[in-house]
Structure formats: C-alpha cells, structure tokens
C-alpha cells in the first residue's frame, strides 16, 4: 500500500461519532479521522514490516494516522533523532503517552531517552518519558534494572508531583504502579510512595475518566500472581 492509499483507507473508517469521543479526550479535531482502534489494525497485516510508510504516516500530522504509524512502526530500527522528533512532535497525549512511549520502549535507546524527555519542559515530552519507563519496566528482564535509579525516580516523583504538569502527574503515577507491579522487589517502595503522596489529581478533560490508584492497582497485580514480562508495550 502507497501512503495516499493508507490515508484513503483511514479516512473511509473514521466516523463523526469516534471523532467526538477523541475530542472529548483531547484531540485536536482538525487533525482527526475518528478511527476505531479495532478498525484501525485491520490495516496491519497489509503494512506489516514498511517503516518506511510508518514514519511518513506519522509525518501527516493526523492522529489516526500517527496512532497507526507506531502499531506498524519498529523501534528497534529507529534512530535517536527519529525517536527525539516524535516525541516533540505529538499532536496530543494520546500519541505521546502511547503511540510515542510504545515505539521508543523498543528502542535500545529506550532508558536514555525516557531519563533525557522526564527532564524536558515540555508537558508531551516528559510525559513521553515517564511512559517510556513504565512500558520498559513491563519489558525488561529484572536484572537489566537498576533498582537504586528506580528508587531515586520514586523519591524524584515524592518530590515533583504536586508541581508537575497535568498529564505528566498522571504518567507518573502510571510509573509509580509500573514499577510496583513488574518489579516486585521494589513493590513495598512503591506502595510506600504511594500512600505517601495520596490520590493524584489530574484534569481528565470531558471525560469521566478516572486516574488510577496506584497502591490498589499494585495490589490486583500482586494478587494475580507471578509477573509475567510483555513483549510489547503495544496495544
């Protein structure tokens, strides 16, 4: 498939009703098809292993077509710059916390770019990296983590939350219940932190979304038994 006829096909699929749904969360509505994610992969089978199609659906701007590009996309193949420019240049959270932090935890960049974006003034951006971090703790192998580093970013997030930016509070937390549920060592300081900075406020925009608690998320996961790695962080 050439890129005019992905864009053909996804516009075909998008719906007035799915766009407004996405709008409610965020998105910008003049970059916006209205896809259905399910509808959306039935375009993968096609497009499977084309990066290059990947990155130029990710260059048109649209959302649905930057959501696509990181389902096709392979991380592993991308370079530091190629990874840096999709993370500054998500239209909207949606393809930053996922689309972005899905690609870039494939990457074997993956860790030094999540701990350069957690320090970027960019609300996108750093919210990108905390994601990157919480999709690699679901990933890695545990000895491939360095338990000391993860405990400075918990007393990092005691530290910053209260300040940060809106959707980065939220990824934080994400990292908080990441880091508790695949790394079950650190579990007890995790659900310490947790208890310690209470219920995390976050604007869910017009939704009724609610931001996960994360010493009853780590629970469930505990619950569940043993850990079980992803091999992608993608869904």
């Not at 719906?15 to 003049?30: V, W």
């Not at 905390?130 to 192998?141: F, G, Q, V």
Request: aromatic share 6%.
């Amino acid at each position: 498939m050439t890129i005019e006829e992905v864009l053909q096909e996804l516009k075909a699929m998008g719906s007035e009703q799915t766009r407004k749904i996405f709008a409610s969360h965020g998105a910008p509505l003049d970059t916006l098809y209205g896809v259905k994610v399910g509808d959306m992969k039935k375009l993968l089978k096609p497009l499977k292993g084309q990066q290059e199609i990947a990155l130029a659906l990710y260059e048109t701007g649209i959302s649905d077509a930057m959501y696509l590009a990181a389902l096709v996309a392979d991380g592993r193949l991308m370079t530091r710059t190629q990874l840096d420019h999709w993370a500054a240049s998500a239209s909207w959270h949606m393809i930053s916390e996922y689309s972005v932090a899905w690609v870039a935890s494939e990457s074997p960049f993956a860790l030094e770019l999540a701990l350069k974006w957690i320090d970027d003034p960019r609300e996108h951006v750093a919210a990108a990296g905390w994601n990157t971090l919480s999709n690699s703790l679901a990933m890695l192998p545990d000895g491939q983590i360095d338990r000391s580093h993860m405990v400075d970013l918990l007393n990092r997030i005691v530290r910053a939350i209260s300040t940060a930016p809106n959707r980065v509070r939220y990824c934080m937390n994400g990292f908080i219940i990441s880091l508790g549920g695949y790394v079950r060592d650190l579990s007890p300081e995790a659900i310490a932190v947790a208890k310690k900075i209470g219920k995390v406020e976050v604007q869910m925009g017009k939704t009724s979304c609610n931001v996960p608690d994360a010493v009853a998320y780590i629970q469930k996961m505990i619950d569940h038994g043993p850990v079980k790695k992803k091999k992608t962080a993608k869904c």
